[in-house]
């Protein structure tokens, strides 16, 4: 009986029928593997649109925001529209090349400061101020300063510049923005929303527009894996 069956069995495999059924699985699991590599391929194109569009690279340069940053970084960040926009305590990558004061500074054209890394401290309607080395903010739509708690910022060894950094009060104007270095010491020299003259914006606060993207924490928490990974980008 078992003989029988296995003659049965060598007769089907030499048989035409045979042969096109096996035909036919080879060329579906072709089929398939195609369509597979092709989603994939589909799929990896869509996520490059999708990062292209909604992130970028930095490079940080300079010692303004360390201890949170660090001069040579490489950083993702996420570009700013309508639907994301920047908020109180993001950390921001601020345009700033078409003002004069960056535009024409007497430095080669490759050495020309094109963008700021900051900490957004105020947006518009907000008071801020600084006394006794400690930012204080009356929040829009309030009548009342509370102090501002910043576990980032760094004002030396022993806070030993602290009192140094106070500042007057602002107010944020329409479509304003304010923002500060996380360095305060001497050392960091922040060119930020604190000068009105000379180093910061001749007539008035830094726009909103002015905005170019942020930082997600993600980003600056793993900075080394994601920038082996996506890194390619510009100093700010």
């Known amino acids: 009986m078992s003989k029988k069956v296995r003659e049965g069995s060598t007769d089907l495999e030499e048989s035409s029928l ?20 092709l989603v994939l391929v589909l799929a990896l194109f869509s996520f490059r649109i999708y990062f292209t569009h909604s992130f970028g690279g930095v490079i940080v340069s300079g ?13 993702l960040m996420r570009r700013v529209d309508e639907k994301n ?18 535009k024409y500074e007497p430095v080669s ?23 006794d080395g400690k930012v204080e903010i009356c ?3 309030t009548d009342e300063f509370v102090y501002l708690d910043e576990p980032y910022a760094y004002y030396g060894k022993n806070d030993a510049f602290k009192k140094s950094y106070d500042f007057g009060e602002y107010t944020v104007q329409e479509g304003e923005v304010f923002f500060l270095g996380d360095n305060r010491s001497y050392d960091g020299s922040s060119v ?42 510009e100093s700010v």
Not at 85 to 102: H, L, N, S
Request: with cysteine; aromatic share 16%; glycine share 8%.
């Open 109 to 131: 054209e490759n050495r020309k400061t094109r963008y700021l890394i900051k900490r957004l401290i105020a947006i518009e309607g907000d008071k801020v101020r600084c006394e």
């Open 63 to 75: 010692s303004s925001m360390s201890k949170t940053l660090y001069s040579g970084e490489e950083l």
């Open 139 to 141: 929040y829009a739509g």
């Open 18 to 37: 045979y042969e096109s059924c096996y035909g036919y699985k080879e060329s579906n699991s072709s089929f398939r593997f195609l369509l597979v590599i």
């Open 192 to 233: 930020d929303s604190r000068y009105l003259e000379g180093h910061s914006r001749i007539d008035g606060l830094y726009k909103e527009t002015d905005i170019y993207g942020v930082v997600p924490d993600w980003a600056m928490k793993y900075q080394k894996v994601l920038s082996w990974i996506f890194f390619t980008g």
């Open 85 to 102: 926009k920047a908020e109180r305590g993001d950390v921001i990558v601020v345009y700033v090349y078409d003002y004069p004061e960056f």
